[in-house]
């Protein structure tokens, strides 16, 4: 099963921040939480990455908690090709690749 | 460089038959993982391949298997068609599997996946 909950879907205006959240609550002291999107009929991108530190890259920040129960995806400037299923993963980075998906968050942005 | 590669990209079958899927990962990279995405599931784990020995294997029956060649190329193979087989086969690839940050290696634990073969089953 899953170990992470997000929104099922999200609307977002094209330009803005698009902010999804994830709460992972029972996310173990090894395990990374990873973002991946998928834009229809494409494999999964990933995203970012990060343990307990925030992180930014080119595609997007990643805010955790303190606590590490719950992230925050942002996109800073949303744009129509952004429109995508976001999911919002935990797992170990070393061992077996094997990833759990969830149900993920459909962001839909909008001209 | 090329991304991951699978092939067919798209393909029909009937029932009773079987079909085998290719995946060509990234130059380099050495893990190759398969998950199945349907509609109502979602994205599942199939199974990874390593060095051309399978580490870890989802809850798929044996009708599904795989095999990992030494150039890193990999096969999965689904035998006995069902009508629920019906998917979107995704591979992905990364470049180690054990080593990762703690042997200093540029392991993200990244996985780099190719478009999918959409199979249809009649």
């Known amino acids: 099963d899953a170990k992470t909950t997000q929104p099922t879907s999200m609307d977002c205006a094209e330009g803005r921040a698009a902010n999804l959240p994830c709460n992972h609550s029972t996310i173990s002291g090894n395990e990374y939480v990873y973002w991946y999107r998928q834009i229809h009929s494409q494999g999964p991108q990933y995203i970012i990455h990060?343990?307990?530190n925030n992180e930014t890259n080119e595609m997007a920040s990643l805010i955790i908690t303190e606590d590490r129960k719950s992230s925050t995806l942002i996109l800073p400037h949303a744009t129509l090709r952004d429109t995508a299923v976001y999911y919002c993963?935990?797992?170990?980075?070393?061992?077996?690749?094997?990833?759990?998906f969830g149900t993920g968050t459909r962001l839909l942005v909008s001209p | 460089k090329a991304g991951v590669t699978q092939t067919p990209r798209y393909l029909i079958k009937t029932r009773g038959q079987q079909v085998t899927l290719s995946c060509s990962p990234i130059s380099g990279h050495r893990s190759v993982s398969w998950y199945q995405q349907t509609p109502g599931q979602g994205l599942q784990f199939l199974f990874e391949y390593f060095s051309e020995t399978q580490r870890n294997k989802g809850n798929f029956p044996g009708r599904f298997s795989g095999r990992q060649f030494s150039n890193s190329r990999s096969e999965m193979n689904v035998s006995t068609l069902e009508l629920g087989d019906s998917a979107l086969y995704l591979c992905?690839?990364?470049?180690?599997w054990g080593a990762g940050l703690l042997a200093g290696a540029q392991n993200t634990g990244e996985l780099f996946f190719g478009e999918g073969s959409r199979l249809t089953v009649l």
């Open positions: 990060g343990l307990k």
């Open positions: 992905a690839s990364s470049t180690h």
């Open positions: 993963i935990v797992r170990v980075a070393t061992g077996f690749q094997k990833l759990v």
